[in-house]
Nanobody, 121 residues
Framework: QVQLVESGGGSVQAGDSLRLSCAAS????????VGWFRQAPGKEREFVAG?????YYADSVKGRFTISRDSTQKTVALQMNDLKPEDTAVYYC?????????????????WGQGTQVSVSA
């Protein structure tokens, strides 16, 4: 099992950058597919970025966001550049077994508590 804790959210202006971090305890993240999802008020949770042996991005964030793992396999980060008001949401990191579909939230077994990102115009 793995426990996930996100950090790094905050309130910024459009065009700013934020870096979210997800710290894992228990097993290392090398055993898992990892992903970032977000949920805005009144909307369903949506895929943002994920990685197994390669990286995947939602079209809405491609070119602006970058997902990465550190060399210890204990942390996964989401670098968010050129933020837009429509990026405002609670961001969650998640981990799934190696057979999961990276973009499908239903396939993820482990979730963090979420961190709020608010972007003003």
């Amino acid at each position: 099992q793995v426990q996930l804790v996100e950090s790094g959210g905050g309130s910024v202006q459009a065009g700013d950058s934020l870096r979210l971090s997800c710290a894992a305890s228990g097993r290392t993240l090398s055993y898992y597919i990892v992903g970032w999802f977000r949920q805005a008020p009144g909307k369903e949770r949506e895929f943002v970025a994920g990685m197994n042996r390669r990286t995947y991005y939602a079209d809405s964030v491609k070119g602006r966001f970058t997902i990465s793992r550190d060399s210890t396999q204990k942390t996964v980060a989401l670098q968010m550049n050129d933020l837009k008001p429509e990026d405002t949401a609670v961001y969650y990191c998640a981990a799934a077994g190696q057979t999961a579909v990276v973009v499908d939230a239903h396939d993820y077994e482990y979730w963090g508590q979420g961190t709020q990102v608010s972007v003003s115009a």
